[in-house]
């Protein structure tokens, strides 16, 4: 009887000590300003971006994305507190700020101080959506946090349209794709050490990749140079 119960109490301790890789312990808005601003700067400092940013739990009307955006105005980048139900990791959020913070650095470019670099993303958001993404994975790196969460965060999150033909945004499937690819060319050690590979929204990512991954493989193996129209 003793034993049972000692043996329920390591039990018990182990439990309450040993958390989940990918648990997130944030539950509110001051938890999420708390962590934003750990991560945030954490990315700026080891990225050396020498353009000043702030970081902000708040909900706004205006937005180009459901979770987050960044302000060309003041440099703010704001994360709304509803995508907390959806961040399993700091990997996902330093996913989504980096993203927003790669978007913040074009602001600074241009004239009147980028003051009106807004309107190169009104103009083509789909190839600066594109550029913010590889320059997360960039971030993510250099950072010490895992890029592949930037697929898991989008598979949770981005929605799903049928056609981006007659869109100025790229189909998040295919999104997520080419940020693998991205991995795979440049970092590829992350892929063979991936800590992802349990993840249920990662496995849901190969799952729906499938015949995508095989043409990148192909591209790969036949050494070509063209670009892959990935499908839907």
Known sequence: MIKRFLLGLVVFILISVVQPSFAWDVKSTEDLQSRMNSVGFRILNTNRIDKRFTFMAI???????????????????WV?????????????????????????????????????SILNYWVAPNKYDLKADKAAVDY?????????????ILNKIGKQYRYDVLSNHTLVSRRMMLI???IYTKYPHILVENEYK???????????SRNNRMKLLEKIKTNSNNKIRYSY
């Open 140 to 152: 993510m790196v250099n950072a010490d946090y895992n890029p592949l969460a930037l697929i898991t």
């Open 59 to 77: 909900n706004r009307v205006y937005t180009r994305d459901f979770w987050t955006d960044v302000s060309s105005v003041n440099r703010i980048v």
């Open 198 to 208: 349990d993840n249920v929204y990662y496995q849901n990512f190969l799952l729906t």
């Open 80 to 116: 709304k507190p509803v995508v907390i139900p959806y961040i399993d990791s700091d990997d996902e959020l330093a996913a989504i700020l980096s993203h927003s913070i790669a978007h913040g650095v074009d602001s600074y470019e241009g004239i009147l101080r980028g003051y009106i």
């Open 180 to 182: 693998y690819e991205y």
